[in-house]
């Protein structure tokens, strides 16, 4: 005997020999007799929601909601510039911070061997004109970067690639653009096959991000450096902290000129003309030290500060 | 990378013990001051310089930090 079931005077199922088939579940009508309403519907193995919110439940995904881009300063509209640099592409070196421009045709960035673990990986860019290639480092020793533009294997936006090294963590991923750099902007490299939107980290955290490479400490006239001492007649220390663990001892870059710094010691201004030169750095801090234009008797203390316009001191620890 | 231009390196050696500090080196016609750390670029590229005989980093200097 074949019969059918019905809700509210709707097919929702029918019967032959014995076996239930259900029909028309996902109609407009049904749904509402079933009390689903609109929200979700699926396909295959995709839902679509289109509106409404989901409570209670645990989600388990996997890979990561947040700081899922490797990429550091990804958001070239609005990056971080701790160089002052006038463009991505202004000079050979690097620009906007963790951007190496060759002076010609390509741009990189090294993602740290510390954060290059094995896996499949997305990258995702916004601009036109902008082709894309990575490589992981076939360097031995750290620091060096990429050791020539060859070796590079390209990829499309939204294509994926995978690191697979036998020892995680222990060389870096280098990404390398060509093409129309004005255009590049809201770089993502990610893990995982599906490229997500880009992720915008709150400003200050992609500073800090940027500053275990790079860390401009001062930059400008009347900015204090720290508490020096003399530790002879003829020379002073003072010592810097860096605000984040930086990636490596870093290089201290530091303009030099006619009054460029001074030390406030005992009532007397002390002016720096000559360069300061690192000592016992680490990763965490670092001493300067410099050679006062006029002496002063060794251990004393007193303030040493910016006082020109042209005063930086900056310190580098990139790939 | 561009091979970097270094054209001049000296070590810096500290008072106390009388050993090498640091680098002052100019770099792409750029001062800097360089620690001894192999993990830092510009350390590993002058190492690396003068390991194919291009460098030569001058002795310090009587020290003058502690």
Not at chain 1, 117 to 124: L, P, R
Not at chain 1, 145 to 160: H, L, V
Not at chain 1, 182 to 207: C, I, M
Request: glycine content about 10%; overall charge negative; charged content about 15%.
């Amino acid at each position: 005997m074949a019969g059918e079931i019905q809700l509210n005077s709707t097919t929702m199922a029918t019967e032959s020999s014995g076996t239930i088939t259900l029909s028309n579940v996902n109609s407009a009508t049904n749904r509402t007799n079933l009390g689903l309403g609109s929200m979700a519907t699926q396909n295959a193995n995709a839902v679509a929601l289109t509106g409404g919110s989901i409570t209670g439940i645990t989600i388990v995904p996997t890979t990561p909601f947040s700081f899922r881009n490797r990429i550091i300063n990804g958001n070239l509209s609005n990056p971080i510039n701790q160089r002052g640099a006038g463009s991505i592409t202004a000079s050979t070196g690097y620009n906007y911070d963790r951007w190496y421009y060759d002076g010609s045709t390509y741009l990189y960035q090294g993602i740290e061997d510390k954060n290059v673990n094995n896996g499949t990986y997305v990258i995702s860019w916004e601009g036109s004109g902008i082709n894309a290639a990575w490589k992981v480092s076939t360097d031995t020793t750290a620091g060096n970067g990429p050791d020539a533009t060859t070796g590079f294997t390209s990829i499309s936006n939204g294509g994926t690639f995978t690191v697979n090294e036998g020892t995680e963590y222990s060389k870096h991923l280098w990404i390398r653009f060509d093409g129309t750099l004005a255009n590049l902007d809201k770089v993502q490299v990610e893990e995982g096959t599906v490229a997500t939107p880009f992720e915008h980290r709150p400003y200050g955290t992609e500073l800090a991000l940027c500053q275990r490479y790079y860390h401009r400490y001062i930059n400008g006239n009347q900015q204090s450096i720290g508490i020096g001492h003399w530790w002879i007649s003829s020379a002073i220390d003072t010592s810097v902290t860096f605000p984040v663990a930086m990636r490596s001892a870093p290089t201290l870059v530091a303009t030099s000129g006619s009054n460029y710094y001074y030390i406030l010691t005992a009532g007397s201004v002390r002016y720096i003309s000559g360069a300061f030169s690192i000592g016992r750095a680490s990763t965490n801090a670092a001493q300067l030290s410099a050679s006062p234009d006029v002496g002063d008797t060794a251990g004393r203390a007193g303030l040493v500060a910016s006082t020109s316009a042209s005063s930086s001191i900056a310190f580098d620890a990139e790939l | 990378m561009e091979q970097m231009n270094i054209t001049s390196a000296q070590y810096n050696a500290d008072i106390l013990t009388s050993g090498n500090i640091s680098i002052q080196a100019t770099i792409d016609g750029v001062n800097m001051s360089v620690p001894l750390d192999p993990a830092n670029r510009h350390y590993a590229e002058i190492m690396g310089q003068v390991e194919a005989g291009t460098l030569v980093i001058q002795p310090a200097d009587d020290p003058e930090t502690p």
